[in-house]
């Protein structure tokens, strides 16, 4: 299964920032839209990604305030990409080494998407059912041996 196939299901709704945009506005949009990353966009640039981590870090270091900085202080500025391309077992392993819970999908650089865990592990969980239960169909449906007929 490949990122493009999971996308088409997805949709593409995407929701950016800038790096100049202060941190209180993008926590109140990823507040808002019940979103857990923005895209941040530069002159039509993927420049970086701002998640919950990066916020909650942010909020340690003000002491429990989001504080008055812009996204550019806070944000992820060289996250991994995927392509449309890219295979789901990859995008797997790349999420679980680089601890990345929110992955842009980038086609010759243009943002296509963003991919989050919850993503890939809906589509798996999916694939992995239709699998099983054409496997039960399929051993349901058994055909009887010859052997057995007589």
């Not at 209180?24 to 919950?52: P, Q, R, Y």
Request: charged share 25%; glycine share 6%; aromatic share 6%.
């Amino acid at each position: 299964m490949k990122v493009s196939e999971i996308l088409q299901v997805k949709g593409n709704i995407l929701y950016t920032v800038t790096p100049d945009s202060p941190l209180i506005d993008a926590v109140n949009i990823m507040a808002e839209k019940d979103i857990g990353s923005l895209v941040v966009m530069e002159f039509g640039e993927l420049v970086g990604m701002l998640t919950f981590r990066e916020v909650m870090q942010a909020v340690h270091v003000n002491g429990g305030q989001v504080g008055d900085n812009t996204v550019r202080k806070h944000m992820d500025d060289h996250p991994i990409t995927i392509t449309p391309e890219t295979e789901i077992n990859e995008v797997r392993r790349l999420m679980l080494e680089r601890h990345a819970r929110y992955v842009p999908v980038v086609d010759a650089r243009t943002l296509m998407g963003v991919m989050s865990f919850y993503d890939v592990a809906k589509a798996v969980f999916e694939a992995q059912s239709f699998e099983n239960k054409m496997l039960k169909a399929y051993i349901r449906d058994w055909p009887a041996d010859a052997d057995d007929a007589s």
